[in-house]
């Protein structure tokens, strides 16, 4: 399966956006969905993930601010990211746990400005 995410771009801090990632594929099917991010100079962090049945999970780090969902009649997983801070800068990466396989989106940077 293909995964192309799209919808980073630069924020003021305060501010929201949301992240979608389109799949090539029915969702339907797919295992695990997730979210993760890699800040610059720093390794790649989770952000939430969703199961097949729709159950989400984030790192206490990141509840209360992002809000994972999809749509499986769209083939699109979302991220939805509020009261965004200048930490949260990164390049946001979707992916799909499939099976044994993994997959990758190519990447979306986000930007927060002070």
Do not use: H
């Amino acid at each position: 399966v293909q995964l192309q995410a799209s919808g980073g771009g630069l924020v003021q801090a305060g501010g929201s956006l949301r992240l979608s990632c389109a799949a090539s594929l029915s969702i339907f099917d797919i295992n695990v969905m997730g979210w993760y991010r890699q800040p610059p100079g720093k390794q790649r962090e989770l952000v939430a993930l969703i199961t097949r049945g729709s159950a989400t999970n984030y790192p206490n780090s990141m509840k209360g601010r992002f809000t994972i969902s999809k749509d499986n009649a769209k083939r699109t997983l979302y991220l939805q990211m509020n009261s965004l801070r200048p930490e949260d800068t990164a390049v946001y990466y979707c992916n799909a746990i499939w099976g044994e396989a993994t997959y990758w989106g190519q990447g979306t940077l986000v930007t927060v400005s002070s």
